[in-house]
């Protein structure tokens, strides 16, 4: 199974099969239970200082499709938080499900929210590379923000244009001059716990920091992530969407999860 997706023959439930971690010790996502949250007074807020000219490309990975930016230098870094150094951003994407009601990875007392997006950051202070980083179990910091339905998100509109020059797998467009930190929500409360990639290879390399807030996007601007393909342009096979692209919760396995807020 090297071609590992979220069909019934390839997905979560066989992962395992080629990547044992998938029955680790701190899997991600995890379903947080808000009155188990520890409010830890301690822990500081998180600071994003992203440089939009760090944006490069955007790609479909068949997977998901994401903004890659340029992580040669610390030009935009996330800082405080649970992280100890600054972190360097490498990559945002999204989760989301074949409908309005479910999609997003983490879950808040049992509650699915339709999406989930991921700004991938690895630790340049600690390790010369992201795929160095990624073996660590210090390696990577992820900000997960969830999606709701609401208002039509303008913000999100310079990366649904963009879908139509990726519609395929393997395509890849130039995408500069964009701060992820636009799609943050005003509150910056959140949990913190550690976990994992929660696809292949499924590393036990991060830490995660779930803002307690989503922000909005319109029903027609989700649509629209369902409209690009999980397969190549000339695929043999008949053309798929990515219609989903969703881990099931994992267990937690005795791990604690902290709030920075009471
Ligand atoms: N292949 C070489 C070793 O592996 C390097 C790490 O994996 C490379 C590709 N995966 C990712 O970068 C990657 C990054 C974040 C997330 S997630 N959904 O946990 O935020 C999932 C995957
Ligand atoms: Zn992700």
Redesign the pocket.
């Known amino acids: 199974m090297n071609n590992w997706g979220y069909a019934d023959h390839n997905g979560p439930n066989v992962w395992h099969e080629l990547f044992p971690l998938a029955n680790g010790e701190r899997q991600?996502p995890i379903d947080i239970i808000t009155t188990a949250a520890i409010h830890d007074p301690s822990l500081p807020p998180f600071n994003v200082d992203y440089d939009p000219s760090s944006a490069k490309v955007i790609m479909n990975s068949g997977h998901t499709f994401s903004i890659e930016f340029d992580d040669g230098e610390d030009k935009s870094v996330v800082r405080g938080g649970p992280l100890h150094g600054s972190y360097r951003l490498?990559?945002l994407?999204f989760?989301w499900g074949p409908c309005d009601d479910y999609g997003a990875?983490h879950k808040v007392d049992g509650r699915d929210y339709p999406g989930e997006l991921?700004i991938?950051h690895w630790n340049s202070e600690k390790y010369s590379s992201?795929?160095d980083a990624?073996?660590k179990p210090d390696g990577?910091a992820?900000l997960g923000i969830f999606l709701k339905i609401g208002e039509h998100n303008v913000n999100l509109e310079k990366i649904t244009n963009a879908l139509d020059d990726i519609n395929f797998k393997g395509k890849q467009s130039s995408f500069t001059n964009f701060d992820p930190s636009c799609l943050l929500p005003v509150c910056k409360d959140f949990w913190t716990y550690p976990g994992?990639?929660?696809?292949p290879?499924l590393?036990e390399s991060?830490m995660w920091i779930v803002l307690k807030d989503p922000i909005a996007v319109s029903s027609r601007q989700l649509s629209r992530f369902r409209r690009v393909f999980s397969t190549t342009e000339t695929d043999e096979t008949e053309s798929c969407y990515m219609a989903k692209n969703y881990r099931p919760v994992q267990p937690l396995k005795g791990r604690n999860v902290r709030a920075s807020f009471l």
């Open positions: 991600s490498r990559q994407h989760h990875e991921h991938v992201f795929v990624a073996q990577l992820v994992s990639l929660t696809v290879p590393l991060v």
